[in-house]
């Protein structure tokens, strides 16, 4: 089956610092989404990208999908405690299943 | 946007007992789905729950050990049979709306002892 890889598995940061998770795909995807997961939270929708080189901002949150179409990437700035949790890439396909990636946990300190 | 109510939010049960988690979304949704996160990890896609016939499974799950019903429109319920310490974990039930974004329950952690 598809397999979506994220790097870093974990990344502790500063407050303030700014962070960066990595998805990466052997096949070419037809979209990417992005979703936060708090600790003890369930996934939360954050973002569809479905075009080579589509670039969207959400306030501190930049999403690219790579020109080829199989990486993606997430960028906070100035992260803040509020941003602490497990970000995961997920690619849908056939009836709307969805395959997750491995996951970045962010940690943010004062 | 669907609001999604699970229960039970968490649970500890006996090894060889079932448990069976309840699913209900306030509007009709064609695709309901059920994953399973283990800890510390990401989340694996289990079936879809297909409303008047059997639910549809992904390789490694069967429905033996995961019964799932689709009574309706808006609620599904699995059910974790034959429970094992490795069955520990976080189960979680999905809406998919639009063509895009996924809505997710609160999940239900489940500890097997």
């Known amino acids: 089956g598809q397999q979506v890889m994220q790097i870093p598995q974990y990344q502790h940061v500063q407050e303030g610092e700014d962070f960066t998770t990595y998805c990466n795909s052997s096949?070419?995807?037809?979209?990417i989404q992005w979703y936060k997961q708090r600790p003890g939270g369930h996934p939360v929708f954050l973002i569809q990208?479905?075009?080579?080189?589509e670039v969207k901002k959400q306030k501190r949150l930049t999403f690219q999908f790579g020109e080829a179409k199989k990486n993606s990437s997430l960028h906070i700035t100035a992260t803040q405690t509020t941003d602490v949790g497990t970000y995961f890439c997920a690619v849908s396909g056939t009836a709307s299943k969805l395959t997750f990636g491995t996951g970045t946990r962010l940690q943010v300190t004062l | 946007s669907a609001v999604i109510s699970q229960k039970p939010s968490r649970d500890i049960c006996q090894r060889g007992t079932s448990l069976t988690i309840q699913c209900q979304v306030d509007s009709q949704v064609t695709m309901m789905f059920w994953y399973r996160q283990q800890p510390g990890q990401s989340l694996t896609l289990i079936a879809t729950a297909n409303q008047g016939s059997e639910a549809t499974y992904e390789s490694g799950f069967v429905i033996d050990k995961f019964p799932i019903s689709r009574p309706n429109l808006t609620f599904s319920t699995l059910t974790v049979s034959n429970m094992s310490p490795e069955d520990s974990s976080i189960y979680l039930c999905s809406v998919e709306e639009g063509g895009s974004e996924a809505f997710f329950g609160q999940g239900t952690r489940l500890t097997v002892v």
């Open positions: 990208l479905v075009k080579s080189g």
């Open positions: 096949t070419t995807l037809s979209n």
